[in-house]
C-alpha cells in the first residue's frame, strides 16, 4: 500500500487490486467490487492469508513437536536411569541373598557340631552319673581315658 487507506470488501484489502488494464478495482468507487468475491485478486489474497495462517500454525507446531521431543528425550534418559538403578537393586538384592544363604549354612554346620558335641557329653555324662562320688567311675562301667577320647573324636567328626 502506497500511503493509502485500506478498502476492505469481504474482508479483504483491495486498495492494491488491479484489472488487467492497469486500472485500480477499488480506487474510491469500490461499489461494483463486491458483485465479484472471488475474482482472482481476492482468492490470491485468502490464499496468501491462509498460508501465513498455516505457516504460524507451523511455527506454532514446530515448538510444540520440539518440546514434546525434548520431553520424551529426558523420559528416555530417565528410563535409563531407573533400569540402571534397577540392574543396581537386583545385584544387590542377590548379594545380600548369597550373603544369607552363606550365613545360614555355617549356621546350620555350627548347629550340627553343637549338636554332636552335645550327644557326647550326655555320653559321657551317662559314665559319670551311676555314682554319687562324682570323682569316682561306676563300678558297673567301665571307661578308660581312650573311651572318652573316642567319644570327643566321634563328636568332632573324625572317626
Known amino acids: ?3 493509502k487507506e485500506q478498502i476492505i470488501v ?23 467490487c463486491y458483485l ?18 498455516k505457516d504460524k500454525e507451523l511455527l506454532s507446531n514446530e515448538k510444540i513437536i520440539n518440546k514434546l521431543m525434548k520431553e520424551v528425550d529426558e523420559l528416555r534418559q530417565e528410563c535409563e536411569e531407573l533400569k540402571e538403578r534397577a540392574t543396581i537393586a537386583e545385584d544387590n538384592f542377590a548379594c545380600e541373598i548369597q550373603a544369607r544363604l552363606y550365613h545360614q549354612n ?17 555320653e559321657i555324662e551317662e ?9 569316682m567311675l561306676s563300678v558297673d562301667y567301665e571307661i578308660t581315658a581312650p573311651t ?10 573324625e572317626e
Not at 469481504?10 to 461494483?32: A, F, H, M, N, P
Not at 552319673?129 to 570323682?135: E, L, Y
Open 36 to 53: 465479484f468475491p472471488d475474482c482472482s485478486f481476492k482468492q490470491l489474497a485468502r490464499k496468501t492469508q491462509e498460508c501465513e495462517q
Open 148 to 157: 572318652i577320647i573316642d567319644i570327643i573324636s566321634k563328636a568332632r567328626g
Open 127 to 135: 559314665y559319670f552319673s551311676h555314682t554319687d562320688d562324682p570323682h
Open 10 to 32: 469481504d474482508g479483504i484489502d483491495v486498495s492494491e487490486c488491479e484489472d488487467v488494464t492497469g486500472l485500480k478495482y477499488c480506487d474510491g468507487y469500490g461499489d461494483w
Open 106 to 122: 555355617k549356621w546350620l554346620k555350627f548347629s550340627k557340631e553343637v549338636d554332636r558335641y552335645r550327644k557326647a557329653l550326655e
Open 1 to 3: 500500500m502506497n500511503n
